[in-house]
């Protein structure tokens, strides 16, 4: 059975810094793309981040470009999001899932197992 722990979030002053991570359990870790989505009060849960199987490639949503990087360590079997310069409008559930399409998928379909979720809430 497949479990994904997201853990990090928090509350933090616009302008400051959050890593987030997702421990996964249950497969092989590195067999299998990871990402991250969030979920602001009131929208739709939005796409953020993806990392490759061997995280040679990555791909972030435009909304969070040049502020937010993820990783992942297979030997750890954890995937990273290091948020930097955080906004207001950054506040959301955080949430991890994983895939077993090839290369950085974008689209909630692709994915095949979800954390729970992880606040984050930036003040202003």
């Known amino acids: 059975q497949v479990q994904l722990a997201e853990s990090g979030g928090g509350l933090v002053q616009a302008g400051g810094s959050l890593r987030l991570s997702c421990a996964a359990s249950?497969?092989?870790?590195?067999?299998?793309?990871m990402g991250w989505f969030r979920r602001a009060p009131g929208k739709e849960r939005e796409f953020v981040a993806a990392i490759s199987r061997n995280g040679g490639s990555t791909y972030s949503g435009d909304s969070v470009e040049g502020r937010f990087t993820i990783t992942r360590d297979n030997v750890k079997n954890t995937a990273y999001l290091q948020m930097n310069s955080l906004k207001p409008e950054d506040t959301a559930v955080y949430y991890c899932?994983?895939?077993?399409?090839?290369?950085?998928?974008?689209?909630?379909?692709?994915?095949?197992?979800w954390g729970q979720g992880t606040q984050v809430t930036v003040s202003s």
């Open positions: 249950g497969r092989t870790f590195s067999r299998y793309a």
């Open positions: 899932a994983m895939s077993s399409v090839v290369g950085t998928p974008t689209t909630q379909g692709a994915y095949s197992y």
